[in-house]
Every structure is written in C-alpha cells, then in structure tokens.
Nanobody, 122 residues
Framework: QVQLVESGGGLVQAGGSLRLSCAASGSIFSVNSMGWYRQAPGKQRELVAVISSGGSTNYADSVKGRFTISRDNAKNTMFLQMNSLKPEDTAVYYC????????????????WGQGTQVTVSS
C-alpha cells in the first residue's frame, strides 16, 4: 500500500502565501510524476501543477508566476509554494503520485491524498 499525506492548508488573506506538502510512504520502489490538483465547490477537479522525477514542471495558466512546485526525491515529498493568493484559489488541494511499487514490475499506479483545504479571504 502507498499513502499520500498532504499538509499546510489553511486560511489566508488575499495576497498572502501558503506552502503545501505531500509525503508519500509505503511500498514504493520509485515515484514518477507527482502533481497538485484542486477542486472548488461545485466545480470539477483541475490540474494545478505537475513535476516529473527529473524536475520538469508544468503549470495551469491560472497559477503561472504565483505558484512553484518542487520535490525532494530522497524523501518522496512534494511541495507547492503558493504566493499572491487570490480568493479564486480557494479549494481543496489534492496531491497525486504515479508510483512504481516493485523493481521487477514496470507497471505504475496512481495514488491520491485525502486533500487539504485552502481558503483565501478577500
């Protein structure tokens, strides 16, 4: 089993900053891509940012220049630094990891965290 645990959410005023963390643990041989997604009330879950095992990144247009995704491969941990937050960033933020669980099996599996609430007040 693989577990993802997010932390770092909370309530912040517009213009403020938060840093989210996602730690992967369990039966992990290697972690491929990792990503942050968010879901606001009444809306579909959307991609925020992704990062490959080599450090390549991709961002949603709405967060470019404000959010930075990073990871610590040695600790199977991912981060999302969120600056200049806006009320429209309010959502539950989820992390996702694509994991290879065995060295002898090339198949990978997707795992999700339980989510952390981010609320930005105006």
């Amino acid at each position: 089993q693989v577990q993802l645990v997010e932390s770092g959410g909370g309530l912040v005023q517009a213009g403020g900053s938060l840093r989210l963390s996602c730690a992967a643990s369990g039966s992990i041989f290697s972690v491929n891509s990792m990503g942050w997604y968010r879901q606001a009330p009444g809306k579909q879950r959307e991609l925020v940012a992704v990062i490959s095992s080599g450090g390549s990144t991709n961002y949603a247009d709405s967060v470019k220049g404000r959010f930075t995704i990073s990871r610590d491969n040695a600790k199977n941990t991912m981060f999302l630094q969120m600056n200049s937050l806006k009320p429209e960033d309010t959502a539950v933020y989820y992390c996702k990891a694509v994991v290879r669980v065995q060295p002898t099996v090339s198949a990978t599996f997707q795992y999700w965290g339980q989510g952390t609430q981010v609320t930005v007040s105006s």
